[in-house]
Structures are given as C-alpha cells and as structure tokens.
C-alpha cells in the first residue's frame, strides 16, 4: 500500500519553480505534439522532489484514496471564453491547466490519445455543450453516472489526468470518485467470488458505435487481478449482465461504491488525477449559462508503459479494440 498517506499535493510553495518549468515547454503545442511530449518527457524529471516521490508511489502501488489531487497550481491570468466546439484550434497557445497535464502526466506514463474519441485529439477540452448525449461528459444539467474510463476498450487508459481552468458559475459541479480498495470490505464474499469468475456483457459509449444506435457489445471483468487487492472496470450505465445472481452482487458493489464516494469541487489552480483501474468516477449537474465563462475541464488519458503487453508511445493516437 501507498506510503502516501494523504491524496492531497499542495504545490504553492512550488508555484515560481512550475512557471519557469511549464515556461520551457513549446507554447503552441498543436503545431508539432510529437516535439511537446518530447519535450515534456525530459522537463517533467525537475518536477519539485515531494511532487516527484508521490507520483512514483502512485504509479507504482496507487493509494487507498484512488486519486491524486493537486492543489495551488499556478492558474493563467487571462483566458479566452470557454470552447464551444472540438478540436482546439491548432495554433491555440497553451494553456496552463495543459501546461500541468502533460508535466505531471509525463512522469507517470505515455498520453493517449483515441481514434473514434474526440477526433483523436490527446488534449481534450471538457465543457458543457447543449442537447449533448446523457453519457457525454459533455453533458451538464444530469448527473454523469458512476463509470471506469473506457473498461470496455482493450487499451483503456490507466489514468484519467482533469485540470481545472474555470468552475461552474455556482461552484455546484462535483467529480464524484469512490474507490475499490474502499468499496471491497463491504462486500459480502460470495458477491466478491461472483464478480471475480463472472464476466459481463457491456455496452460501449456513443463515441465506438460506429454510427450505430447500439454498437458492439464488450467484455468485461468489474473485478480481476489480485482477489485480495482487485482492480475494478464498472459502469453503471453500460454494464448489461445476464445472469440474476450477478445482478445481485453487482447492485451490491454498486452500493458499496455509493457508501464510500468522496465529491471533489475542482477550483482553478487544481489537477486531479484519477486511478482509472481503481476507481470508479461521476460528476454532479451544474447549470451552464452559455456566457463564454462556463465550466472548463482540460483532460488528458495516460497509459503506463510498464503495465501493457505491447510496445506504445507518448502522443499515440489508438483504435478502438473491444475486450
């Protein structure tokens, strides 16, 4: 387990050296991203040493929390009206909450970028969107259900990486995270054995149908690896098990999740980095009012090199492979 015994990193003491580091990185990255995640790969390494011994430890053995939650980054003084369309403009400068990203994503694997999502840009912008689908992140006015980031994609990412550069008008949107190694010991162990031997038919979101109105069917283990410490792949929404008894210990786990979740109010100047094989995340309604200033994520998708079984690299943009 984790010697990081809190999921919180403050990093304002650190704030002139991370401005003079994310100073270093070329500043419109659109333009040559192989050349940006080159240079982030050898920039990252004088990331503050206690930032660095953290994100080690995560990568390696993660923490009880499921998360990392950088706060007291240094936030961009000035910027432009949230997006309203996808992708960003190529010759868009940098921003900030990027700038964070690639950096403290760069010493804990490879971002990832996927074909069939978002046009298969590695940064994506993360704002509300009229008449967006309910499973869009896009979404605003619902409730994003609980789900593991793509755990019907054979090349699923290890970490999900949100930075904040502008919240919601009232400060109401919340990224729900609730963890395994939590959610576990409230299983009964019957429900355990049944989700470890069972896999489960799964639906895959609106972006890998194809066009189609349902699309291909995955796959999925919601608890495998080690029995007494498993990883986790659960979507409340497009999970479709079969069998009643599995039903069953689902709902079961699925509550379990609800008992543990912790809310997370993501402010400017925070960076959360989700285990995404650990945990399960959701994110909370907001109220948008279309005035150029509403909520702005950026997000970026990390695989670790170390926990695959064939060759990737930084800025690779992957197809869509069901499990």
Same mark, same amino acid.
């Given at each position: 387990?984790?010697?990081?015994?809190?999921?919180?990193?403050?990093?304002?003491?650190?704030?002139?050296?991370?401005?003079?580091?994310?100073?270093?990185?070329?500043?419109?990255?659109?333009?040559?991203?192989?050349?940006?995640?080159?240079?982030?790969?050898?920039?990252?390494?004088? *990331?503050? #040493?206690? !930032?660095? =011994?953290? +994100?080690?430890? /995560?990568?390696?053995?993660?923490?009880?929390?499921?998360?990392?939650?950088?706060?007291?980054?240094?936030?961009?003084?000035?910027?432009?009206?949230?997006?309203?369309?996808?992708?960003?403009?190529?010759?868009?400068?940098?921003?900030?909450?990027?700038?964070?990203?690639?950096?403290?994503?760069?010493?804990?694997?490879?971002?990832?970028?996927?074909?069939?999502?978002?046009?298969?840009?590695?940064?994506?912008?993360?704002?509300?969107?009229?008449?967006?689908?309910? *499973?869009? #992140?896009? !979404?605003? =006015?619902? +409730?994003?259900? /609980?789900?593991?980031?793509?755990?019907?994609?054979?090349?699923?990412?290890?970490?999900?990486?949100?930075?904040?550069?502008?919240?919601?008008?009232?400060?109401?949107?919340?990224?729900?995270?609730?963890?395994?190694?939590?959610?576990?010991?409230?299983?009964?162990?019957?429900?355990?054995?049944?989700?470890?031997?069972?896999?489960?038919?799964?639906?895959?979101?609106?972006?890998?149908?194809?066009?189609?109105?349902?699309?291909?069917?995955?796959?999925?283990?919601? *608890?495998?690896?080690?029995?007494?410490?498993? +990883?986790?792949?659960?979507?409340?929404?497009?999970?479709?098990?079969?069998?009643?008894?599995?039903?069953?210990?689902?709902?079961?786990?699925?509550?379990?999740?609800?008992?543990?979740?912790?809310?997370?109010?993501?402010?400017?100047?925070?960076?959360?980095?989700?285990?995404?094989?650990?945990?399960?995340?959701?994110?909370?309604?907001?109220?948008?009012?279309?005035?150029?200033?509403?909520?702005?994520?950026?997000?970026?998708?990390?695989?670790?090199?170390?926990?695959?079984?064939?060759?990737?690299?930084?800025?690779?943009?992957?197809?869509?492979?069901?499990?």
């Amino acid at each position: 387990m984790s010697t990081v015994l809190s999921p919180v990193i403050d990093a304002t003491d650190h704030a002139a050296e991370l401005t003079a580091l994310a100073a270093q990185l070329p500043q419109v990255p659109r333009q040559d991203l192989d050349a940006f995640f080159a240079a982030a790969a050898k920039l990252c390494t004088q *990331l503050p #040493s206690s !930032t660095l =011994e953290a +994100l080690r430890s /995560f990568r390696v053995q993660g923490n009880e929390d499921g998360y990392l939650l950088v706060r007291g980054l240094p936030v961009q003084s000035e910027l432009p009206p949230t997006p309203t369309s996808t992708p960003a403009p190529t010759d868009r400068p940098l921003i900030t909450g990027e700038a964070w990203l690639v950096l403290f994503g760069s010493v804990l694997g490879l971002p990832t970028g996927y074909r069939e999502l978002r046009s298969g840009t590695l940064y994506h912008d993360v704002y509300p969107s009229p008449g967006a689908h309910y *499973l869009s #992140s896009e !979404t605003s =006015e619902t +409730l994003l259900e /609980f789900h593991s980031e793509m755990a019907y994609h054979r090349q699923q990412p290890h970490y999900v990486m949100l930075a904040c550069s502008r919240p919601d008008h009232e400060h109401r949107a919340g990224t729900l995270v609730a963890s395994v190694r939590k959610a576990l010991p409230l299983l009964a162990e019957e429900d355990r054995k049944r989700l470890f031997e069972q896999p489960s038919p799964c639906n895959v979101d609106v972006a890998f149908r194809g066009g189609d109105e349902i699309g291909p069917t995955a796959t999925v283990r919601v *608890l495998h690896g080690d029995e007494n410490d498993p +990883l986790l792949g659960y979507d409340r929404e497009l999970l479709a098990p079969t069998d009643p008894e599995f039903a069953k210990s689902l709902a079961k786990l699925s509550q379990a999740l609800d008992d543990v979740t912790e809310q997370i109010n993501l402010e400017p100047g925070d960076m959360l980095i989700v285990d995404n094989y650990r945990t399960t995340h959701a994110r909370t309604p907001f109220t948008p009012r279309w005035d150029g200033k509403d909520r702005w994520l950026h997000r970026m998708y990390i695989r670790v090199p170390d926990k695959l079984d064939y060759p990737a690299v930084a800025g690779e943009v992957v197809s869509f492979e069901a499990r």
